[in-house]
């Protein structure tokens, strides 16, 4: 399937890491409607409130305990069946939502079926963080480090792809197909992708198994990195407030657009290609200028322009009946911003850690983030639910209030991060994961690992690994 958009084959060197390309591509297609709006859209259709919107939005990113836990279990099972055991379980969930498309397609909706879906996505999300714990060092180990940015390129090349796609197709069915059998053929569209990814993983080689972790250890050394005064103390903070503020804006947004001035999905959808497209063109403009102008500016773009969009929401939740040409800009724009920030971050993030530590470091940043990050949601759907006699709904004065809360953070965070040291003498190789173009708040979750691939057990060859951790880009 990658074939067909890059010219990578032609390398030897990738020949036996192109299934994992084909994983990228496929992969895509379940997450964009698994945990994406689509699930959102579902579950508000079955009659969801805020809360338990924020909640089934939420368990990506809270659920980061377990991959950190869950990489304990790499020197004793090794990457590959770590990985395979994790995707294997997820796909099973994903047939919840799809018995209950045709139930209530034929019947009507359930009160119990908003709990089925929100368990369904947890379950769902627990068995791919088990799986997200070794992807990554799994990469680093069998990509061979002269083609690994290349694969890594290729990788974010093709999930954009089928992303974009997958948004496409969903925004169509919606358009064309009442709302149940529509999610049932998105939900099938998952379901194939999940098992296509599935084979596609089966078809890559397997990597020595990493030396054992003591997440003991790690417990002793975290404190000292989270209360230790340092620059990467200083910008850690300045990361989780920002992924406070942005985190909620993708399912509230839909949620509202949704029960507020009653767009269709198919329109909503449409949004959110909108916004990927800004994602990518962003990305696209930061490859080319970021090595010259350093980190820094990039974040304060990002930063300057979730002031304009927290500004536009706040006029527009007065006046829902107008501005949806304002409401495709604002989405681009959110695209664009948060690649700024995202590219930005795994550009920055090495130069403020310890090359020593530097796995520890980076995986503590992508736990954090990710994890106050997805309490956000949370915490704002409870206070962002209403209960009226049509149903559960969205309190529109609290949602401005949640617009002007990041219109006044993200000025805070400009002011302070233009205060962030940045030495850019001495050039660092950048953060290297997969989807850190499409979706780079949640592509933190990929940061946490704590297995460093460069060195293998005692029980293993010492040479027979060549990758390094994914945190330590110096070699």
């Given at each position: 399937m990658?074939?067909w958009?890059?010219?990578a084959q032609?390398d030897?060197a990738?020949?036996?890491v192109?299934?994992?390309?084909s994983?990228a591509?496929f992969?895509?297609?379940t ?6 709006t689509p699930m959102v ?6 009659g ?6 924020g ?15 869950s ?11 770590v ?5 294997r379980?997820?796909?099973v969930f ?11 397609g034929?019947?009507?909706?359930r ?5 089925a ?10 068995f791919?963080?088990?799986g ?11 990509v061979?480090?002269s083609?690994?940015?290349?694969y890594f390129?290729?990788?974010q090349y093709?999930?954009g ?5 997958t948004l496409?197709?969903c ?7 009442p709302v ?5 053929l ?5 379901v ?8 596609a993983?089966?078809q890559?080689?397997d990597?020595?198994r990493p ?11 975290t404190?000292?990195h989270?209360l ?9 903070g ?7 503020i942005t985190?909620?804006i993708?399912?509230f ?9 009653g767009?269709?999905?198919?329109a ?6 909108v916004r990927?497209?800004?994602?990518i063109l962003?990305?696209?403009?930061l490859?080319?200028r970021?090595?010259?102008?350093g980190a820094r500016?990039?974040?304060l773009?990002?930063?300057?322009i979730?002031v304009?969009v ?9 006046m829902?009946g107008?501005?949806?040409a304002?409401v495709f ?5 959110v ?17 403020v850690?310890?090359?020593v ?7 503590i940043?992508g736990?954090?983030t990710?994890l ?11 206070f962002?639910r209403?209960e009226?006699?049509?149903g559960?709904?969205?309190d ?18 400009s002011w ?6 940045e030495?850019?003498?001495a050039?660092v ?19 946490v690992n704590?297995?460093d ?5 005692s029980?293993t ?5 060549s990758g390094t951790?994914p945190a330590d880009?110096?070699k």
């Amino acid at each position: 399937m990658w074939r067909w958009f890059t010219r990578a084959q032609d390398d030897s060197a990738l020949r036996p890491v192109r299934p994992g390309l084909s994983f990228a591509f496929f992969n895509a297609l379940t997450w964009q409607i698994g945990i994406g709006t689509p699930m959102v859209l579902f579950a508000e259709q079955l009659g969801a409130s805020p809360a338990q919107v924020g909640l089934a939005y939420a368990w990506v990113f809270v659920l980061t305990p377990v991959q950190i836990l869950s990489t304990a279990l790499l020197p004793r099972f090794g990457f590959k069946r770590v990985m395979l055991g994790g995707w294997r379980m997820r796909s099973v969930f994903l047939a919840v939502p799809m018995v209950m498309a045709v139930i209530a397609g034929g019947w009507g909706p359930r009160t119990w079926m908003v709990q089925a879906l929100v368990w369904s996505v947890f379950l769902f999300c627990f068995f791919r963080a088990i799986g997200v714990s070794a992807i990554t060092p799994w990469l680093y180990a069998i990509v061979p480090s002269s083609v690994r940015g290349r694969y890594f390129a290729s990788d974010q090349y093709l999930a954009g792809i089928a992303g974009v796609l997958t948004l496409l197709v969903c925004a169509g069915l919606f358009a064309l197909l009442p709302v149940y059998p529509a999610l049932l053929l998105q939900y099938g569209i998952a379901v194939a992708g999940s098992l296509l990814s599935y084979r596609a993983l089966r078809q890559l080689p397997d990597a020595p198994r990493p030396a054992p972790i003591s997440l003991a250890e790690v417990a002793r050394a975290t404190p000292r990195h989270l209360l230790t005064p340092s620059p990467f103390r200083r910008y850690l903070g300045l990361a989780l407030w920002f992924s406070v503020i942005t985190t909620p804006i993708a399912p509230f947004g839909a949620y509202y657009l949704k029960v507020g001035p009653g767009l269709s999905l198919s329109a909503i959808m449409l949004f959110e290609v909108v916004r990927y497209l800004g994602v990518i063109l962003a990305a696209w403009v930061l490859a080319r200028r970021i090595d010259a102008t350093g980190a820094r500016p990039f974040m304060l773009l990002g930063l300057a322009i979730y002031v304009l969009v927290a500004g536009f929401w706040w006029f527009y939740l007065r006046m829902p009946g107008a501005g949806v040409a304002g409401v495709f800009g604002s989405y681009f724009l959110v695209g664009v911003a948060t690649s700024c920030w995202g590219i930005a971050s795994l550009n920055y993030l090495p130069k403020v850690v310890s090359e020593v530590e530097r796995p520890l470091m980076v995986s503590i940043h992508g736990a954090v983030t990710s994890l106050c990050g997805g309490l956000a949601p949370i915490v704002w759907g409870l206070f962002l639910r209403s209960e009226s006699a049509a149903g559960a709904g969205l309190d529109v004065s609290v949602f401005g209030w949640f617009f002007v809360s990041g219109f006044v953070s993200a000025c805070a965070i400009s002011w302070l991060a233009a205060r962030l040291p940045e030495d850019r003498s001495a050039p660092v190789e950048p953060l290297m994961i997969g989807n850190a173009v499409l979706r780079p708040m949640r592509a933190m979750t990929y940061l946490v690992n704590l297995v460093d691939v460069g060195r293998p057990s005692s029980t293993t060859r010492a040479d027979a690994s060549s990758g390094t951790s994914p945190a330590d880009t110096r070699k």
